[in-house]
């Protein structure tokens, strides 16, 4: 009798943590190129509040260039909302929020050190009656220009004007926001070493509402025959109260397709309907993401999930918020890197920029598991010529997906790299295993090398619960991949 129950209860235990398993069917169209992102497509930010704060950061460390560098070719943008409070003077930062000729060539001499553009975010809010006041601007594009910095830096204006009278700010009209960027860009034509400089905006978040919609659309109307690239920012959810559970929620994989389809379709509709679509600043939760969340293994399934998502649907650059030293960022205080950090560098190393349809069957509704296709990257890795990758994420914590890969996939054999937590089932972990090492910088001027793992051709890809993947068809020889 003891020894029935002891049997029942050692069943049980191993039922109830035992994990199930799902097929997944992967059809990649590799037929059609369905976008083809900028070199720099995984980009990043620096708030302009550390200048508010006088929080500076200090780009003297080779550790913190090595790890800007990593992720190059990329664009540094330094705006957010303290940019509608920042003035520019000489040399005195005596009062908050103001910055100097010394914190602009510090951007600038990190920026051109790591293969990196600078994008700094202007003032808009400093007014002469209804006109974009552009006197203290002007000093600061004078200074570029004789230092010879705008060859190496471009320039928006503002930053989510949609939300100015929320924030009690000069609420400004469509109209007058445009004349803002006209106006800049004249600015800028009227000095021959900024004829390079270019301009980006309008930096407004939810097109999805008719007001903000209309800024977005007036801008470019305004401005498309010379703006660089139309801009609108994404956030999945406030960071305050979020938990990890919002961080692997499917439901909100729906969510940055509507917003980047507005946004699309508002450009069609436009006068200038080729300018470039960038998320032009984002990260998973606004407010400056959630502490012990934002910056451990979880936050990159929705941070891998934007980047295949915003590929697919034309997006040419994602810029993360931020780079360093707050709950959501790439680089800790330390000038470590978070599990995000990792994730941006191998997508940097193994994804090109064409990208390829890719549909899946087998999955339940909304899907837990994500896949999106790209020809390899073959100017950082070892890949060749007609590679293929494909990266997948699988927020089920209990269900292991197999992938099956159809077409020519089919006989091809892959190489994988898999990211788990670097503490064993703890997606709240500070750091990640790849094919079971922990990633860490041996050196402060050196990366680690990534190994990856072989199958053969025709093996289903075990992408267990809770985890993230890279695997690389080296003799795809897809033609659109040459």
Known sequence: MLSNLLFLVIFCTAFSNSVSERNVTVTIDTDNVINIVDAS???????????????????????????????????LRVGGTRADDLIYNETTNQRSGIVTQDNITALVNATRSTNTRLIFDLNQQLRNG???DSTNAEKLIKFC????????????????????????RTVLTAEQIGDGFVKLNSLLRSYANCQNSSIIGPDVGRVTTTSTGIIFSTVVNMTGSYLKAATIHHYYFSGTNATKENYMNASYFADLPKLIG???????????????????????????????????????????????IAAANGVKVVCRQELYRSNYALIDGNFNPNPSYWLSWIHNMLVGQKVFAVNLTGLPTPPTTRVYAHCANTARSSYGPG??????????????????????????SYDSYLLEPGDPGDVLSKSVNLNGQTLTMPSDVAMPEIVPIGHPAGAAFALLPA????????????????
């Not at 209990?398 to 159809?406: D, K, P, Q």
């Open 41 to 75: 497509f995984v980009s990043f930010t620096i708030d302009s509040n550390v200048y508010y704060w006088k929080n500076y950061i200090d780009f003297s460390f080779t550790r913190f260039l090595t790890l800007i560098r990593e992720l190059s070719p990329a664009v």
């Open 262 to 308: 507005q946004a699309n379709k508002l450009l069609s509709e436009s006068k200038y309907p080729g300018v470039p679509l960038w998320l032009g600043e984002t990260s998973n939760a606004y407010g400056g993401g959630t502490p012990n969340v934002s910056d451990r293994f979880v936050d990159g399934f929705l941070w891998l999930e934007k980047l295949g």
């Open 387 to 412: 590679a293929v990758t494909v990266f997948a994420l699988n927020v089920d914590t209990t269900t292991t997906s197999f992938l099956a890969f159809s077409g020519p996939f089919a006989n091809q």
């Open 467 to 482: 985890t993230m993947a890279f695997l690389v068809f080296p003799d795809a020889k897809i033609p659109l991949c040459h």
């Open 145 to 168: 220009s004789k230092m010879n910095y705008c060859n190496s830096m471009d320039w928006e204006l503002g930053n989510e004007p949609e939300y100015y009278q929320r924030d009690n």
């Open 130 to 132: 209804t006109e974009w």
